[in-house]
T-cell receptor, first 112, second 113 residues
Framework: RKEVEQDPGPFNVPEGATVAFNCTYSNSASQSFFWYRQDCRKEPKLLMSVYSSGNEDGRFTAQLNRASQYISLLIRDSKLSDSATYLCVVNGGSGGYNKLIFGAGTRLAVHP | GAGVSQSPSNKVTEKGKDVELRCDPISGHTALYWYRQSLGQGLEFLIYFQGNSAPDKSGLPSDRFSAERTGGSVSTLTIQRTQQEDSAVYLC???????????FGEGSWLTVV
């Protein structure tokens, strides 16, 4: 089993749609969780951290379910500019607490 | 500089040659990561440096790969006797510490021909 698993997609949605991504992780001791965004041929950039209580940043909502070891990202009112690959990131991995493990990413394509 | 700086940005090398990739992290960041990303694939962890602690080398794919971090700042990733499967973008990232946001450089795009 991969340490961090994501549905690769692609998710093809029209503008204005709501879309949700899930990510599961294997290490129950993991403490830090993030969503990163990566545009084609660019480096990943932080979208948002994921807190135990859940957090929201504008159209984006992230949630953490420790019992089931999954993280979700909800994007409301999708924009064309949201088209990118969304990477789930978890610390802890099999190599130790400080190792950050990236999922393979979920590709989102928003069309007019 | 303000961000993570990597060089070279692009490198084309012949199979069997050695290459060195450099990363200059954000000033004050104690932790530094190297990742590799092949075309259309996810990020593959290579190595992690934290302060003066022994690096976590668990992701290095073979003994042709090595990395060092001198003076707790600049890091060099060396690939010896490059193979075509080494072609990828090599991403460096730094952070202030565990649990903090990591910031990536723009990557070094390596092509082995």
């Amino acid at each position: 089993r991969k340490e961090v698993e994501q549905d690769p997609g692609p998710f093809n949605v029209p503008e204005g749609a709501t879309v949700a991504f899930n990510c599961t992780y294997s290490n129950s001791a993991s403490q830090s969780f993030f969503w990163y965004r990566q545009d084609c041929r660019k480096e990943p950039k932080l979208l948002m951290s994921v807190y135990s209580s859940g957090n929201e940043d504008g159209r984006f909502t992230a949630q953490l379910n420790r019992a089931s070891q999954y993280i979700s990202l909800l994007i409301r009112d999708s924009k064309l500019s949201d088209s990118a690959t969304y990477l789930c990131v978890v610390n802890g991995g099999s190599g130790g607490y400080n190792k950050l493990i990236f999922g393979a990413g979920t590709r989102l394509a928003v069309h007019p | 500089g303000a961000g993570v700086s990597q060089s070279p940005s692009n490198k084309v090398t012949e199979k069997g040659k050695d290459v060195e990739l450099r990363c200059d992290p954000i000033s004050g960041h104690t932790a530094l990561y190297w990742y590799r990303q092949s075309l259309g694939q996810g990020l593959e962890f290579l190595i992690y440096f934290q302060g003066n602690s022994a690096p976590d080398k668990s992701g290095l794919p073979s003994d042709r790969f090595s990395a060092e971090r001198t003076g707790g700042s600049v890091s060099t990733l060396t690939i010896q006797r490059t193979q075509q499967e080494d072609s990828a973008v090599y991403l460096c990232a730094s952070t202030q510490g565990s649990g903090n946001t990591i910031y990536f450089g723009e990557g070094s795009w390596l092509t082995v021909v």
